[in-house]
């Protein structure tokens, strides 16, 4: 089964969309770069908006991770 990590808080919505599409969504809010590298490994994708930085560290620990979507508008958290 495919899993993504919302790491950011996004409209409840976002959780019933990929849940209605078959793909396990959990929500982890407020997770320290080394708590999201602890977990990350176990994730198909990431959904943030911009607390969440998606450092190198983050993505080297990401051994699974396909895609990673940013809710709202620029890039300078990945």
């Keep these: ?11 409840p919505r976002a959780k019933e969309v990929f849940d209605n599409r078959g793909i396990e969504a959990d929500v982890k809010i407020g997770l ?3 708590e999201l590298i602890a977990c990350i490994g176990e994730y198909d994708g990431l959904a943030v908006r911009s607390a969440t930085k998606a450092t190198a560290k983050v993505l080297e620990a990401a051994e699974k991770l ?3 979507g940013r809710a709202g508008i620029g890039v300078d958290n990945l």
């Design 1 to 11: 089964m495919t899993k993504v990590l919302i790491a950011d808080k996004l409209d």
């Design 32 to 34: 320290s770069e080394d």
């Design 66 to 68: 396909r895609v990673v």
